[in-house]
């Protein structure tokens, strides 16, 4: 959502500050350049970039514009959840969480963390780390090193992401110049046509190199910025669920491994210790 309002006001405030300066926006409308350099950038980034890549740019740009900021609840809900099925395990025995693993967009425990079952990476994160945990003795250490290698996997295939559209948003100016002098070319041939007709085509060049400089800083690398902060939250949102794992993996009761896992989140929506005690215990 923030994303869009920052769009809209990128757009707004260049276009209110060239017509409060007297501009004609119809001297902005030209297609040469937009086609140019908008070509020149889509070419470089398939240049650049693997298909493989091309798909992960072109499913994890439509991120920007949904709300996915996790808040307080989202987190207190997620380790209810887990420390529930932990208490279950520690009752009943692992064997008795397996059908909650094997199966948890059905399970009474789990589901009711809706940010841990319809998010697919911590769901299978969560679940196929268990599993093995249930499928065996694996040792603590273990266990985190397997865990880290999956946080690890992730940034190392994310992080292309970002820095491609980020190599692109550099190139830009580039590019714009790169219109610019194409225009400033298209001006020397007709120079012999008069004053008009030379200052509509440096005009023409100008906008090549204002619409390079624009997209760059205004648009290309912040959107570049934003999905590194989405992969940055999601990363986190590993590590809360590895602590939780692994603290429990310990020996520690589920709620000191949910008070472990607490303590990672991001202090903007980390729940209170009396809070995360009051949701454990069922009290309001």
């Known amino acids: 959502m923030f994303a869009i309002v920052g769009i809209v006001v990128v757009a707004v405030s260049v276009v209110v500050g060239f017509l409060i300066a007297g501009g004609n926006l119809v001297l902005l409308i030209q297609v040469s350049e937009f086609i140019t350099i908008g070509g020149a950038a889509i070419g470089s980034l ?42 279950t395990a520690q009752r009943e025995g692992l064997l008795a969480i397996e059908k909650h693993i094997e199966d948890p967009d059905k399970s009474e425990i789990l589901s009711k963390s809706k940010m841990l079952i319809h998010d697919e990476l911590k769901k299978n994160f969560f679940c196929d780390t268990m599993k093995v945990m249930l499928a065996g003795s694996v040792p603590p250490h273990e266990m985190e090193n397997l865990m880290d290698a999956e946080i690890e996997t992730f940034h190392n295939e994310n992080k292309p992401v970002s820095e491609t559209i980020g190599k692109v948003g550099d190139a830009l100016p580039g590019l714009g110049i790169v219109a610019a002098v194409l225009g400033i070319i298209v001006t020397m041939g007709s120079i012999n046509q008069g004053a008009e007709a030379v200052g509509h085509h440096v005009a ?20 570049a910025s934003n999905l590194l902060h989405v992969a940055e939250e999601k990363a986190q949102d590993l590590q809360i ?31 209170t210790f009396q809070e995360l005690e009051n949701s454990l215990r069922g009290k309001k």
């Open 204 to 223: 023409a060049a100008l906008v090549g190199t204002f619409l390079g400089v624009l997209l760059s800083y205004g648009f290309v690398n912040p959107i």
């Open 46 to 87: 398939l240049i650049s970039s693997p298909a493989s890549l091309i798909k992960k740019i072109m499913s994890q740009i439509t991120q920007i514009f949904k709300s996915h900021k996790n808040t307080k609840e989202d987190y207190i809900e997620m380790l209810k959840a887990i420390s529930t099925l932990f208490l």
């Open 241 to 271: 669920i590895k602590t939780f794992i692994l603290g429990y993996a310990k020996g520690n009761p589920p709620f000191v491994a949910a008070e472990m896992a607490r303590r990672v989140i991001f202090s903007d929506e980390r729940p």
